[in-house]
């Protein structure tokens, strides 16, 4: 069955309202990647969260009402304290419980669960891993953020970690799941320590060898792994109209000059999005540890999309975060250039010139992934860089 969501994004009273369409939207393709149905997306404007229940109760009364109570989940595209989410949670189970015994049934409430945008992010990813490694990466992010709440969330991890053991005397069931959920966390922390080390000795051995890596990074769905397959002609790239289609780092190989002898790493990496909590961004290091010791970053972006300069303010301010200072070169690829053959050529241009103008100092570059000759200019650049950096 699908789940039928409620979206509500709390937000500043000085958002625009262009701006709250479009972030309730990017959550709208949250909740379908994830594969749940939308109910009715509403925002509240509010220049401080409700304390308990961080949406105040009247919108929560006012959307029950509407929908009859019709839907399985409510989702904030907000980042949420766990006693918010229990209470907002219980809140809307004593609406059900009023409705139930207005109708005369005598019925068990329905559970509606609560969620938070990192939930349903986290929900994402988990039901994206593929590797042992993600999953482990995913595992430690979920405990983080969610703490005992993991154990509802029917996570396909939580499973590995399932199986709490018994209730130690005098114990009660939340300090035995906290307690089992700190040992779980040091375990996961090992077993992640064994793979950074697996992916640092790689990278050294790349070293070693005097091959560069160029690393893509950019916001979800920009089309970073669709590059990557179409420069090495990689096979196992996976690629997806979905958010959050990688979820782990994979090198492929890009042969350059004019006897192809020279070669690059480019490393594909997880998307990033907004509001990503620094916990989240932690619990990936391993993956975007290839962004951190790449020779060069080629950041890709959708320039067909409406929010193209919110999303690049986005990954450039994820970037310097986790670069520390480093002044590695940020080359910006736009890509899905064919994406804009709704526009005239004239409005093209001007639209193309304005951001080429806007962003030159990263030499932007202009491809459209799906098609490989519209890359040979971008292939000469990161040829260029690479003898430079040799
Ligand atoms: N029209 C068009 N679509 C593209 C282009 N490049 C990628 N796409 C599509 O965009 C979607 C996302 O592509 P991916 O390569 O998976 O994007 P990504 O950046 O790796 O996304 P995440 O792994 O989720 O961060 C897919 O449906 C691709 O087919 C392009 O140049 N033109
Ligand atoms: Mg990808």
Request: net charge negative; hydrophobic share 40%.
């Amino acid at each position: 069955m699908t789940e039928k969501a409620v979206l509500i994004d709390v937000i500043d009273p000085q958002t625009d309202i262009a701006e709250a369409e479009l972030r309730l939207e990017e959550l709208e393709s949250l909740v379908k990647t994830y594969g749940g149905a939308t109910a009715l997306k509403a925002f509240q404007k509010r220049s401080k969260p409700a304390y308990k229940t961080f949406i105040g109760t009247g919108k929560i009364d006012e959307i029950y009402e509407d929908l009859n109570g019709d839907f399985d989940l409510v989702i904030l595209n907000n980042i949420m304290k766990p006693r918010q989410i229990d209470n907002l949670a219980e809140y809307i189970t004593d609406l059900e419980i009023a409705r139930l015994k207005e109708e005369g049934r005598f019925e068990t409430p329905r559970k509606i669960q609560v969620w938070d945008r990192v939930d349903l992010i986290l929900k994402i990813f988990d039901k994206h891993a593929s590797t042992a490694e993600a999953k482990l990466q995913i595992e430690l992010a979920s405990i983080k953020h969610m703490g005992t709440r993991i154990f509802g969330m029917g996570l396909e991890l939580s499973r590995q970690a399932g199986g709490i053991g018994s209730v130690g005397a005098g114990e009660s069931n939340t300090e035995m799941m906290k307690r089992h959920l700190r040992k779980r966390e040091q375990i996961v922390k090992e077993k992640i320590k064994k793979y950074a080390g697996i992916q640092q000795r790689q990278r050294d051995q790349r070293r070693d060898r005097n091959m560069k890596t160029v690393a893509l990074a950019g916001y979800t769905n920009a089309g970073k792994s669709t590059l990557i397959k179409t420069l090495t002609r990689k096979k196992d790239v996976y690629i997806a109209d979905e958010l959050f289609a990688t979820l782990d780092s994979k090198i492929g190989e890009l042969y350059l000059g004019d006897d192809y002898k020279q070669k690059v790493g480019l490393a594909d990496t997880i998307g990033f999005i907004q509001d990503l909590p620094p916990d989240l961004i932690q619990a990936f290091k391993t993956t975007l540890a290839e962004i951190v010791d790449a020779d060069l970053i080629l950041h890709v972006i959708d320039i067909s999309d409406k929010n193209i300069h919110l999303k690049i303010k986005v990954v450039e301010e994820i970037l310097d975060e986790l670069l520390e200072g480093k002044t590695t070169q940020r080359i910006f690829v736009f890509n899905k250039l064919d994406r804009l053959n709704h526009l005239s050529e004239e409005d093209k241009l001007i639209y193309i010139a304005g951001l080429t103008e806007r962003y030159a100092a990263n030499q932007p570059q202009l491809v459209s992934a799906l098609d490989r000759s519209s890359c040979d200019a971008l292939v000469e650049t990161i040829a260029d860089h690479q003898t430079n950096l040799g």
